[in-house]
């Protein structure tokens, strides 16, 4: 069964650096198909980064070039690493993989 759980949120200056983790267990060979999800107060949910084969990633145009999605096989880890955040990264971070979701990590990033 899978599980998914986040950590690693806070509060951060706007131009900091944040490091998410999503401890995936039950997930099948290298976390192809995991990705992060991000829902701001008041609007959708949507898809910040995603793990599309062992050397291809996605990420969405507000976070291309700051925040890089990673893999640790052996500690069945998925990282998030976001530097350079924006006032506008403020929101609730989910893991995900399939039709599973994690609980989720607050980030929140002052001006």
């Known amino acids: 069964q899978v599980q998914l759980v986040e950590s690693g949120g806070g509060l951060v200056q706007a131009g900091g650096s944040l490091r998410l983790s999503c401890v995936a267990t039950?997930?099948?060979?290298?976390?192809?198909?995991l990705a992060w999800y991000r829902q701001a107060p008041g609007k959708e949910r949507e898809l910040v980064a995603r793990?599309?084969?062992?050397?291809?990633?996605y990420y969405a145009e507000a976070v291309k070039g700051r925040f890089t999605i990673s893999r640790d096989n052996g500690r069945n880890t998925v990282f998030l690493q976001m530097n350079s955040v924006k006032p506008e990264d403020t929101a609730v971070y989910y893991c995900?993989?399939?039709?599973?979701w994690g609980r989720g990590t607050q980030v929140t990033v002052s001006s």
């Open positions: 793990i599309l084969s062992v050397v291809h990633t």
């Open positions: 995900n993989y399939d039709s599973r």
């Open positions: 039950g997930v099948a060979g290298s976390f192809t198909g």
